[in-house]
């Protein structure tokens, strides 16, 4: 199996910005897609960003222009930067990772905080 360690989480204040780190145990260039979620108290949980193998990118329409996911191959990690953080990006960011060899598979990370305080 493929194990997600996330790290990065923490407070910060509205428009002040925070650098999520996701280091996996294999190969990043093995894996299909990895990504970020995100869950807030009593909400679904939900796409922030998204990097497939060839190093196209998909995003939330609330996090567009805000966040980047880039990706350190050597590293085994992804990473989203978050900038002009509003209390609304408040949640639980968790890192997901989609293998397609030998079957189709989603992993998750434990999950890492985000506050931010108005």
């Known amino acids: 199996q493929v194990q997600l360690v996330e790290s990065g989480g923490g407070l910060v204040q509205a428009g002040g910005s925070l650098r999520l780190s996701c280091v996996a145990s294999?190969?990043?260039?093995?894996?299909?897609?990895m990504g970020w979620y995100r869950q807030a108290p009593g909400k679904e949980r939900e796409l922030v960003a998204q990097?497939?193998?060839?190093?196209?990118?998909n995003y939330a329409d609330s996090v567009k222009g805000r966040f980047t996911i880039s990706r350190d191959n050597a590293k085994n990690t992804v990473y989203v930067q978050m900038t002009s953080l509003k209390p609304e990006d408040t949640a639980v960011y968790y890192c997901?990772?989609?293998?397609?060899?030998?079957?189709?598979?989603?992993?998750w990370g434990q999950g890492t905080q985000v506050t931010v305080s108005s």
């Open positions: 997901n990772a989609l293998v397609l060899i030998p079957q189709a598979y989603t992993y």
């Open positions: 294999t190969k990043i260039f093995s894996i299909r897609t």
């Open positions: 990097i497939m193998r060839d190093g196209s990118t």
